[in-house]
Structures are given as C-alpha cells and as structure tokens.
C-alpha cells in the first residue's frame, strides 16, 4: 500500500510569514499532484509535477517534486489570509488508476 | 465550462437506510472517481470508472458500490447504512484515461443518525 505522510499536519502563522510543507513517501510515484481544499467545498488543483527534480512556480507558491520522486514540497512566500485551507498532496502511477491522497496540512494564515 | 456536479449537497439518513449519489462530471470527462472524506481517516479512494467500467476499487465493504452510465454521469449507492458512514464523499472527473489529474465537486455531506 502506497502511503504519503504530509507535514506539518497543522500550521498558524502570521501573514506575511514564509512556510513550507513536506509530502513524504516510500513509494515511487510517477506524477504527483497539490491540492488546495477550503471548509465545505472539494479540493482544487494547484499544480502537478512528472519529472524528478522539477520545480515549479505558482505565483507565490513553490513546489518541488524529489529527485527520486518520493517527495514533494510547497513552499508559500509572504503568505496571506487567502492561502488558508487544508493542503494535500497526491500522487499516481501509470496504470494504476487511482490517486493516493496525502494525509493533509491545514494551514491557517493570521491576519 | 461547467464543472463537476453532485447531488444532492447535503443528506441525512437513519442506519440502515440506503443512499444514492448522483455525479455528472466535466463534460468530454470519461473518467469518474469518488472518495470518501472524513476528519479521522482523511480522503479515502472508493473506486473508478471509465467508460462504464470499473477500474479500480478501494478497500470499502460490498455495501459500497457504484456505476456509470454512457454519457459518463457516475452513482454511488451504500447499503445498510451505518453511524461511520457519516462523511463528505467526494467525486472528481479526469480528462484523460490515465487519471492524473482529479477535478472534484463540491462534495455530498452524508449524515448518518
């Protein structure tokens, strides 16, 4: 069974403030994806990285996608009341599917 | 283009009781996908079709099930309702048959009493 563990699983900081969150797995996945999900609604795809080493920029959203692709990270610059929500990672593989779903990062931006 | 719709919003059901879920996903989307969310256990893979077929199953019971008509609208059913039911579930349509991408719905809050 493949597993990603998300941390941290949660984060308050204050606005303005930069902060990264991790996408942990000991699974090789062949793309992983971000998601973006606010209190009643589904979740939103932010970005999704193929290649090992990829880097890709979202306005002030970093995401980086491991060497080995076993991981992935986000990383939110001068963060902001909008960016709260709970974040999730998820990665597939060809021919299988399915996403598998991180464990979530709720984070919580104080104005 | 519209995105993904399910129906109905909100729910409340007795144990026992049966539910159907009803999803119609992006149009030109074959591949429809739900999940079940709740707080404890995080976002949990139910199965998905393409096409009509279902090609993957999560580790649900029996009482889970699902279907796909031709024009790629999607329904889940549970059976025998129980209190660990309650949760959001969760649909999302793909453009390509690889299923990489996921564009989800709003989302059914089931409660179960």
């Known amino acids: 069974t493949q597993l990603l563990e998300q941390s941290p699983q949660f984060l308050s900081i204050q606005e303005g403030e930069n902060l990264t969150v991790y996408c942990n797995s000991s699974?090789?996945?062949?793309?992983l994806q971000w998601y973006r999900q606010e209190p009643g609604e589904g979740p939103v795809l932010l970005v999704t990285v193929v290649t090992g080493g990829e880097v890709k920029k979202l306005k002030r959203l970093t995401f980086q996608f491991g060497d080995a692709r076993k991981d992935s990270s986000l990383h939110i610059t001068a963060a902001q009341p909008g960016d709260t929500g709970l974040y999730l990672c998820?990665?597939?593989?060809?021919?299988?599917?399915?996403?598998?779903f991180g464990t979530g990062t709720r984070l919580t931006i104080i104005p | 283009k519209a995105g993904v719709t399910q129906t109905p919003r909100y729910l409340i059901k007795t144990r026992g009781q049966q539910v159907t879920l009803s999803c119609s996903p992006i149009?030109?989307?074959?591949?429809v996908s739900w999940y079940q969310q709740t707080p404890g256990q995080g976002l949990q893979f139910l199965f998905e079709?393409?096409?009509?077929?279902?090609?993957n199953k999560g580790n649900f019971p029996g009482r889970f099930s699902g279907r796909q008509f031709s024009n790629s609208r999607s329904e889940m059913n549970v059976s025998t309702l129980e209190l660990g039911d309650s949760a959001l579930y969760l649909c999302a349509s793909s453009p390509t048959a690889a299923n990489t991408e996921a564009f989800f719905g709003q989302g059914t809050r089931l409660t179960v009493v």
């Open positions: 998820a990665g597939s593989n060809f021919g299988n599917e399915k996403l598998t």
């Open positions: 079709y393409f096409s009509e077929t279902q090609r």
């Open positions: 699974s090789v996945f062949s793309s």
């Open positions: 149009s030109g989307h074959r591949s």
